[in-house]
């Protein structure tokens, strides 16, 4: 009897491992990228995925075939691209090494190169374009050094068109114990995406993350920073805000996703699940689910609303770095370390509406 009970329950175990779990066959597996693949953004119409590795190769692929339509080879780490919501065409990418790249995605011309003292992990655009906020860290003076400051985390807004600095946001803080990694060479090479930042879809807050185990949101009107959301027991790596301004998700070396409700003072929902860091998140457009990207070499993905994971999706052959759904809703891409990017069709994974 007790055989056959444990048969039936390993059955059962794997039928619900197999209905959770989606491997890559399932997926389009877009090639050619040298190295691992930092970041991916799709186009404001979704028919264009654009990826960046620790190469230097920055790469247009037709979303719905899979097809190269364009690559722009460099020697830089490329370590973000984002796409103006203003202005279809408009992208920016940046190179760890402190430079930022205004690129037109259609003609593939450079519209304006400019650089930070320090490097650079994030950079992207308001959503009335008219503004770009670049995140980016620089060493400590010997000062800043002596008071406990390791590494100086830097949010610069810059004023679109002229590319002109008109707000600087310092979030580093005296005795901060941000890690283990901060201040050593460990830092440049442990994660692309350590320090991150997002406007609030009217753009009146911007959120940013690697504050230590905290989240600092500024205010534009008030001029300051809202007290700091705080929850997680490790190293915050990624913050974005839902499509609709009412919530708020954050990713963490602690293993853990929080979803906090903005408008409610900030109530938590923890997502666990992942058994590694969870590197970044992308909500759905109709900010109903929440899809997360860990070295757990897995993407994860929440109903918003219940908590409820609803899918896990694998075959990355690696840590995964960044997770991004389409604006159209029709898709889903990831990426990492395994130097292949994943697009699946959000049909395929998602409930069914």
């Not at 984002?82 to 790249?101: D, H, M, Q, R």
């Not at 003609?107 to 994030?122: A, E, P, Q, R, T």
């Not at 803080?173 to 406007?199: H, M, P, Q, V």
Request: proline share 3%; with cysteine; net charge neutral.
């Amino acid at each position: 009897m007790q055989i056959k009970f444990m048969k039936k329950l390993y059955i059962l175990l794997l039928l619900i491992f197999l209905t959770n779990t989606i491997i890559s066959q399932d997926a389009k597996i877009l090639q050619g990228n040298r190295g691992k693949v930092n970041c991916i953004a799709f186009s404001n119409d979704s028919k264009t995925l654009v990826s960046g590795d620790e190469n230097g190769n920055l790469i247009f692929f037709d979303t719905e075939n899979g097809k190269k339509s364009y690559s722009l080879e460099t020697e830089s780490n490329i370590t973000s691209i984002n796409f103006s919501p203003a202005k279809e065409s408009l992208l920016v990418f940046t190179y760890y090494e402190g430079e930022i790249n205004i690129m037109d995605a259609v003609s593939h011309d450079i519209k304006n190169n400019f650089s930070v003292n320090g490097n650079v992990y994030y950079a992207l655009f308001s959503p009335n374009g008219k503004q770009l906020a670049v995140a980016y860290t620089k060493d400590p003076t010997e000062q800043q050094e002596s008071k406990g400051i390791r590494l100086n985390f830097i949010v610069s807004i810059f004023e679109t068109g002229k590319y002109t600095i008109t707000k600087t946001l310092r979030l580093s803080k005296e005795g901060d114990d941000d890690g283990e990694l901060f201040g050593s060479k460990l830092f440049e090479t442990y994660r692309y995406n350590t320090f991150s930042c997002d406007f609030n879809p009217d753009g009146t807050y911007l959120a940013a993350g690697t504050m230590g185990k905290g989240i600092g949101i500024y205010s534009f009107a008030l001029k300051s920073f809202a007290p700091q959301y705080k929850g997680h027991s490790g190293r915050v790596t990624f913050v974005t805000f839902s499509p609709d301004g009412n919530y708020l998700a954050s990713t963490s070396k602690d293993n853990d996703v929080k979803i906090w409700e903005v408008r409610s003072a900030g109530k938590i929902l923890t997502l666990k699940g992942h058994e590694g860091t969870v590197n970044s998140a992308s909500f759905s457009p109709a900010s109903k689910f929440l899809a997360t990207a860990s070295n757990d070499e897995t993407v994860k993905i929440w109903d918003v609303n219940t908590s409820k994971l609803i899918k896990t999706l694998s075959g990355f052959g690696g840590e995964v770095y960044t997770v991004k759904f389409s604006p159209d809703s029709n898709y889903l891409a990831a990426s990492g370390s395994g130097e292949k990017i994943l697009v699946w069709k959000t049909t395929d994974i998602l409930p069914p509406k």
